[in-house]
């Protein structure tokens, strides 16, 4: 069987085509950041109107790469919850109106949990249960899931995801738009030790998380306590001691929480997805805890972190069990349920 899925949920506009054995045979994105970089964050109108340029082109590029047309799609998948509610739309109407056209069954699915299964793609066998974190621009979560359909939410952020925290600093230390890349390359030539930043909640049982302190505690150091106004600080050892300190303090943060979880639930696995799993200090603390706890660490490769289509093979899953969805399906911009 082929599956046609979308995605829409932010500033990525992609289409991916995959089989039902989990191979992938196209997941194409359509970037944003060019458009967004000028205003120093993602625009939910501009991300509706692009998405509405891109769909239709990224839908045609996916079906060329995979070799296939229409005609031979069985299904059409799409993520509807969470995001930013005009910019879900763009995918869910896509979506609706294929199914509809084609007289093909629709699946929706949850873009959080499809994170998760990404790891489950990559692994190409099972990976459940697990202890489940999603580090993102939006979501800082942690999961006990029980399969790839079961999730309970152990844990989250009360205020910034970690994504959000890393744009935010960036922004903060003249770094520019995507934050989390630009910040990581300056924090590659500092110091991680150079500032003891908070690291909030590390010694609590609570698997819940807050990073708005840790931004806060950077602008200070910056600027001096109750100033919020300055230059911002040229290239050099002081913004990358800056910059390498607010990372290393944000990684200690997941690292001992995801630990903290594994340990509370018993499991023996921790399956990471996101955009933020792409920082290569991140995969290695993680890899370095869970090596040193014996426990199995699956994380995507990089084309799968970032948001994408292709992550929607969680619609299988679905399809097995027949949880269709219908035609009045609507985008869900805050839920996290599977």
Excluded at 2 to 31: H, K, M, Q, Y
Excluded at 162 to 171: H, I, L, N, Q, T
Aim: charged letters at 20%.
């Amino acid at each position: 069987m082929l599956f046609l899925a979308l995605e829409t949920s932010c500033d990525e506009t992609s289409a991916a085509v995959f089989r039902d054995d989990l191979t992938i045979l196209s997941n194409v994105v359509a970037s944003q950041t060019d458009l967004h970089a000028h205003f120093g964050g993602v625009v939910p109108e501009i991300a509706a109107r692009a998405h509405l340029r891109n769909i239709l082109p990224m839908i045609e590029e996916a079906l060329k790469q995979a070799n296939v047309t229409l005609s031979d799609i069985n299904c059409i998948a799409v993520h509807n919850t969470p995001g930013l509610v005009g910019a879900l739309l763009i995918g869910v109407t896509a979506a609706k109106s294929l199914s509809l056209a084609l007289n093909l069954p629709l699946i929706s699915v949850n873009h959080v949990s499809s994170h998760i299964f990404a790891c489950r793609v990559a692994a190409a066998r099972d990976i459940f249960p697990c202890v489940g974190l999603v580090v993102s621009g939006g979501h800082t979560s942690l999961f006990h899931c029980k399969s790839a359909l079961e999730f309970e939410l152990i844990g989250g952020t009360r205020d910034d995801a970690a994504g959000e925290a890393f744009d935010k600093v960036a922004a903060i230390l003249g770094l520019g738009f995507p934050g989390g890349p630009a910040l990581e390359k300056e924090a590659a030539l500092g110091n991680p030790q150079a500032h003891a930043f908070p690291r909030s909640f590390i010694h609590d049982d609570s698997l819940d998380f807050s990073f708005s302190g840790l931004k806060t505690a950077v602008l200070y150091a910056l600027h001096g306590v109750g100033n919020a106004k300055g230059p911002f600080p040229g290239p050099g050892a002081r913004r990358a001691d800056l910059a390498a300190s607010f990372q290393t303090a944000v990684v200690d943060v997941l690292v001992s929480k995801c630990d903290k979880a594994l340990r509370q639930t018993g499991l023996k696995r921790l399956a990471v997805g996101g955009g933020v799993t792409a920082n290569k200090t991140l995969r290695a603390g993680l890899e370095k805890m869970c090596a040193k706890r014996g426990y199995e660490l699956f994380i995507p490769p990089m084309n799968l972190c970032t948001d994408n289509a292709a992550m929607a093979c969680l619609a299988v899953e679905k399809y097995k069990l027949g949880r269709f969805a219908d035609l009045d399906l609507d985008a869900e911009p805050n839920s996290i349920g599977v």
